[in-house]
C-alpha cells in the first residue's frame, strides 16, 4: 500500500530513504498519523507504466494542523527496509491548513507515468 503523509523538512535524495528519516507534521485536528493510503493502481500498455491514485484529502477539524510544505509518498507494505520513501512533492511554501480548511494531494491523471 503507497500512502502520502505531509512533511515540513526539507527533504533529502541523499539522506532520506525511508519514512523514519524524514519528519512527519504532528497528528491533529483531522491530519492521520502515518497519513493516508492512496489506494494505487499499476498499470502498464505498450511500454508504457502508470501509477494511479485517488487524491487525498485532509480537513482541519477542531484546530489547525501543519505547517507542511512536502507531500511524501511512500510504500507502507515493504518491510525490508520499512517505509521506503518513493517521492515526494514540494508545495512551494509552508502552509498551516486553518479549522474547517481543506488540503488536498490531487493527483491528476496519473500520480507516476513511465514510459
Not at 512533511?7 to 524524514?22: E, F, G, I, T, Y
Not at 508504457?48 to 487524491?55: K, P
Not at 510544505?69 to 491548513?97: C, E, F, H, K
Amino acid at each position: 500500500m503507497l500512502k502520502v503523509y505531509a512533511s515540513n523538512a526539507v527533504p533529502s535524495a541523499s539522506a532520506d530513504a525511508v519514512k523514519a528519516d524524514l519528519a512527519e507534521i504532528t497528528p491533529a485536528n483531522g491530519y492521520p498519523a502515518g497519513g493516508t493510503d492512496v489506494q494505487n493502481g499499476w498499470t502498464e500498455t505498450t511500454g508504457t507504466a502508470t501509477l494511479t491514485g485517488v487524491d487525498v484529502v485532509w480537513t482541519a477539524s477542531g484546530g489547525s494542523f501543519g505547517p507542511l510544505q512536502y507531500i511524501p509518498l511512500y510504500n507502507d507494505t515493504q518491510t525490508s527496509p520499512a517505509d521506503p520513501l518513493v517521492l515526494w512533492w514540494d508545495y512551494g511554501s509552508a502552509v498551516t491548513v486553518l479549522d474547517g480548511e481543506t488540503f488536498t494531494v490531487d493527483f491528476g491523471a496519473s500520480i507516476l507515468t513511465l514510459a
